[in-house]
T-cell receptor, first 113, second 111 residues
Framework: DVKVTQSSRYLVKRTGEKVFLECVQD?????MFWYRQDPGLGLRLIYF???????EKGDIPEGYSVSREKKERFSLILESASTNQTSMYLC????????????FGPGTRLTVT | GQSLEQPSEVTAVEGAIVQINCTYQ??????LSWYQQHDGGAPTFLSY????GLEETGRFSSFLSRSDSYGYLLLQELQMKDSASYFC????????????FGTGTRLLVSP
């Protein structure tokens, strides 16, 4: 079974802090994604990566950056956390170009105070 | 760009059949996916339709009509454990499997 793990289940940070969210997948997937999920807004794509060191902006990249130094690991960085970044963050991975099946991690509930 | 519309909430009783509709507007179309998410859980993939017609997987079926930009998820023999949120998603035209998700339909199954 594909396993996608995220570094923290819950995280509380202060405004202005730099925040790192880590995601690791164990199935050698090419594609990795970061979403945020807010009530009534569904899942919104922040960034995605289709290869090591490659990244593409999603629909809401402002205030975020990402890093993919190894195929299995995709990090989301909040350079200076703000209260409006309080949300559930979900990482996902998928294989190749012929499947729209994404595998999600359990999520990180981030609260910025 | 892409946009999807689905009902915010649907209620049904155990044993019943429920249909969750999804209409979409896209600049390119590469198929319609469905995901299930229980409260506090991760979204899990249910089905994918690239072509018109009905795809059946056990109690769940998914339908697509590309000419109508419409699809639905059909859940039969509802069980309490089917209470969850269901998201439709369309593939992005870029070909990198980027998905655009709907805002989700919360299904409440009562005894």
């Amino acid at each position: 079974d594909v396993k996608v793990t995220q570094s923290s289940r819950y995280l509380v940070k202060r405004t202005g802090e730099k925040v790192f969210l880590e995601c690791v997948q164990d199935m050698d997937h090419e594609n990795m994604f970061w979403y945020r999920q807010d009530p009534g807004l569904g899942l919104r794509l922040i960034y995605f990566s289709y290869d090591v060191k490659m990244k593409e902006k999603g629909d809401i990249p402002e205030g975020y950056s990402v890093s993919r130094e190894k195929k299995e690991r995709f990090s989301l960085i909040l350079e200076s956390a703000s209260t409006n970044q309080t949300s559930m963050y979900l990482c996902a991975s998928s294989q190749g170009t012929n499947s729209y099946e994404q595998y999600f991690g359990p999520g990180t509930r981030l609260t910025v105070t | 760009g892409q946009s999807l519309e689905q009902p915010s909430e649907v209620t049904a009783v155990e044993g019943a059949i429920v249909q969750i509709n999804c209409t979409y507007q896209t600049s390119g179309f590469y198929g319609l996916s469905w995901y299930q998410q229980h409260d506090g859980g991760a979204p899990t993939f249910l089905s994918y339709n690239a072509l018109d017609g009905l795809e059946e997987t056990g109690r769940f079926s998914s339908f697509l009509s590309r000419s109508d930009s419409y699809g639905y998820l059909l859940l039969q023999e509802l069980q309490m454990k089917d209470s969850a949120s269901y998201f439709c998603a369309v593939g992005d035209h870029t070909g990198f499997q980027k998905l655009v998700f709907g805002t989700g339909t919360r299904l409440l199954v009562s005894p």
